[in-house]
């Protein structure tokens, strides 16, 4: 597609329940990264993919949270167990270069209840 | 620990005036560094970006200035206009890893 597409672009969920947070990136972009945006906060970085490199997970902040990239191109994070402190709003981005032109989706706002 | 920092996080300026973001790195493997705009309800969008060989890159109204020495960045926007409200986010890349490190933002308010 034209840009980066994120679903659902809003998720209300039980303390407790799972969640899947979707990101389709531009087609070709080999570089993808999630990042999250809590209220008030800055964004803060939890994972990168780049190519078939092994993934960057340093910035997941914990072990309920995980995500893949199938096919070197949809990616998919989960997170488990879901807390309040996990409200926010999560986005993905993605790049050909790994440096360049990074492309942001419109982000997907988790709120646990 | 905040390897990128907007000590700013808020900017009141006059329509028509100059708006001056800062941004301050630690991290003395950056080579690269980016501003994104962010408005509610949307992904941040890139703005303008720089290559640590240079000291300054212009486009348009917009100027970032960067500073090596002092690991210190700069946009600078002018003249102002009321559609330039919005979050601005300093960004650094990593030239190890390439991994892309975000300040925590200022938002600028311009005025009429």
């Known amino acids: 597609g034209a840009g980066v597409s994120q679903s659902p672009s809003n998720k209300v969920t039980e303390k407790g329940k799972d969640v899947e947070l979707r990101c389709d990136p531009i087609?070709?972009?080999?570089?993808l990264y999630w990042y999250r945006q809590s209220l008030g906060q800055g964004l803060e970085f939890l994972i990168y993919?780049?190519?078939?490199?092994?993934?960057?997970k340093s910035g997941l902040p914990s072990d309920r949270f995980s995500a893949e990239r199938t096919g070197g191109s949809v990616s998919t994070l989960t997170i488990q167990r879901t807390q309040q402190e996990d409200s926010a709003v999560y986005l993905c981005?993605?790049?050909?270069?790994?440096?360049?032109?990074?492309?942001f989706g419109s982000g997907t706002r988790l709120t646990v209840v | 620990d905040q390897q990128v920092k907007q000590n700013s996080p808020s900017l009141s300026v006059q329509e028509g005036r100059i708006s001056i973001l800062n941004c301050d790195y630690t991290?003395?493997?950056?080579?690269?560094f980016l501003w994104y705009k962010k408005y509610p309800a949307e992904g941040p969008t890139f703005l303008i970006s720089?290559?640590?060989?240079?000291d300054k890159n212009e486009d348009g109204r917009f100027t970032v200035f960067l500073n090596k020495s002092a690991k210190h960045l700069s946009l600078h926007i002018v003249p102002s206009q009321p559609g330039d409200s919005a979050v601005y986010f300093c960004?650094?890349?990593?030239?190890?890893?390439?991994?892309?490190?975000f300040g925590t933002g200022t938002r600028l308010q311009v005025f009429p």
């Open positions: 993919f780049q190519g078939n490199s092994a993934p960057d």
């Open positions: 960004a650094a890349v990593d030239y190890n890893t390439d991994k892309l490190i």
């Open positions: 991290n003395s493997m950056f080579d690269y």
């Open positions: 981005a993605s790049t050909a270069t790994g440096r360049y032109g990074y492309t």
């Open positions: 087609s070709g972009h080999t570089a």
């Open positions: 720089i290559s640590s060989i240079k």
